[in-house]
């Protein structure tokens, strides 16, 4: 496998051109050629497709969109140019599995088949912003608490010392250090002092912020993991390559981040399929991903749980599982926001598909689009992991019909979606657990899906 | 060839999103004696209202936006000089400096909007991502702005436009320009809470608040 001086090479000597010569003479063509080409058909009837030999084209237009397209290196402003032997190696030869976390804690990050009954990777949280150190410590602790949990994301925090956390500023470095004591702590307290903690602080949007936080004098681990991301899209810049390097000589987790847009430079639901798959070729080929992390959303609706992101991801899922064996994590965000009874309808819809998809991972949907300021609590952990067990109980067309009937209950409110509440004003913030009435919500939420035939509890 | 043919075709050229069919075309025009407003105005602007409205309903994407802008200005860089000889060039609605601010290099959003008001009528100088509050300033007195437009995707970058308005306050140039921001973690709240003129939620509803703000300034 190439190592980063590979990679950046090829940054070096790719043909040169603008950003917007990259968008729209490369990649929107090659995109527009390859949905073509390789006849990928959205079917908005079945947000959950099980067209076999539709999946396995869309892997083989991933690899010709790669192929033909490249990736843009912002800071050299060249293209990196890859073989299709390059490509199909990058499938064949990355990584089965993931190891993180530590002593009793370890887990292993295996992928999945389609219909496979084995359950999901778990990963939970969201980078939403704690207003206070509290509410963060006692989200952490709740999320940890949960057994099936497989590592964590923790709360971001917006200011320290009454200043504002800056991208790129001292603010932002010592803003990572307290979150993550924060979530060292909780952890512990849940009894889980091993659990992998993933992109430690979401606060550190810049390399130099996030590689200098991220040291074991700071309490990080190697079995830990961090998100390197991508530029929308298929692009990357040296803050990312500097990341990975950093990773990698230190021997810590990387997972190869993208965020596909639907409705973006790819077009449709079609090309957006194709380069949620081509994502995870990039991941290898440039980031060298222990894993990768995929969070698909509507450029319109800013989230993942409309009809057209569920079938573009879910066809992905399928093309990755059945010829990409590396694991993903897919990372869907909501339009409802959290103790709202749409914010668990989208949840269901969004895990039935992608889960018996082959999803080798998922993560709770982030509340509220991930912008609502202490948004998000424990309970969307919970029930990430109970509809991700019930949903590994079904198979694809089983789980096509429930979609079918739980879109209904939101999906013509996804432009206007309740916003939600805030942790303090659904959960007690000094025991950290929820309030009655979010907790009749829940039960009463999860009786209802249950009785459409949603095996919680099997 | 018949005028309405040629408009005709002009409107086709937006939608298809061929820039070289809308110069071609616009050559015709002024060719054949078409008004070259007439030409904007009943061609054009008619494919532009097209892509635009098929856009916002989601049936058109990002792509086919930009290469309906594309093919517009293909085809303006023909008929402006008429215009302008025929002194029926529109001055600009306003003139926009936008930009991704300091640490953020998100731009599909900014870019967006940036089409947008360019195909409505706005002066648009974008000055890319990443742009130091300064520069925001420096390039907003250059070109004359009315307008300064500050896209942050992160929270991280969100606290940049508040310094973009606390360094216009000291340099005593507040009132000199419409702020308004966006991006997918700004609020009403954030907006109010810095000083901001407006929020914009999407490109139409920036278009929308803007034309508002510059007339009320």
Redesign the interface.
Known sequence: MAGILDVYEKALHGPIMTENEFD?RVF?PQV?RVVKEYEIRYDARNPVPTDDAMADRVYEAAVDLVSSTGVYC?DTNRAMQFSREEVRRAAAEGPRTCRVGQGRDTRIFETRCVDDARRPWFLVGSGI?SSRDEYAANIVEGYAAIAEVDCLNVP?M?SIRGL?????APT?FYATLRGLRIALDAIKRAGRPGLAIVNHHP????AVTNIAASAPQFGCRQTDAWLCGT??EMKV?H?TLNKVAYLKTWGANVAAEAGP?L???C??PEGFAVLCTAYILMGQLVHQGDYHHNFPFH??H?CSSTRDVIWGVSLAVQAAARNIPIPTLWAPYAAAGCATKMYFYETAAVFLAWVTSGAPGIMNLHPA???KIDGITPMEARFAVEMGLAAAQLDRSKANELVLRVMEKYEDQIADAPPGSCYQECFNPETGKPGDEYQKLYDAVKEELAGMGIPFNS | MEHSDILATLKTAIIDGDAAMAADYADKALAAGVDPLMAVEQGLSQGMTYVGDRFESGDAFLPELLMAAETFTAAMNILQPALEQMKKDRPPRGKVVIGSVKGDVHNIGKDIVATVLGINGYQVKDLGVDVPSLTFIEEAERFNADVIGLSAIMTTTMPYQQEVIETLIAKNLRDRYVVIIGGGSVTQQWTDRIGADACGRSAVDTLEKLGRLIKRK
């Open positions: 729209m929107v527009r912002t912003v971001g917006n504002p956390v800056h991208a790129g932002e606060t550190p949007a810049v530029i929308a810049s803050d847009m409705g973006g430079y077009g449709g450029f319109k800013i689009k991930a912008v």
